[in-house]
């Protein structure tokens, strides 16, 4: 009986080192070629060989270039929000509220 591979995520320091070294190149990947063409144009192929990185990584990350793309735009606006000096908003539902105050 042949054995199956499986993956598994590991939560040694390390490897978190290696998962988020990993995920920035892959961002830094997916913008650099977002400033060259369309991103429709742009597979998890472009992005793994931008990163230097091979598609396991990728695939093991995220399921397509789009989620890839969503994650990194997340990571930015909460960068951003981070750097803002003052309390920190937050979202509740489709409301922005500023020191967790109530909507009513």
């Not at 988020?20 to 597979?43: C, N, P, V, Y």
């Amino acid at each position: 009986m042949a054995r199956v591979a499986t993956t598994r995520k590991s939560t040694a320091p390390s490897s978190g080192r290696r998962v988020r070294r990993t995920r920035l190149a892959l961002a830094r990947a997916l913008i650099e070629l977002a400033e060259e063409r369309d991103q429709s144009r742009t597979g998890v192929s472009d992005v793994a060989e931008r990163a230097e990185v091979s598609r396991s990584p990728f695939s093991y990350h995220y399921g397509d270039v789009h989620e890839l793309a969503e994650d990194a735009c997340t990571a930015m606006i909460d960068e951003l929000i981070e750097s803002l000096p003052g309390p920190r908003p937050f979202m509740t539902g489709s409301t922005l509220l500023a020191d967790g105050g109530d909507t009513a």
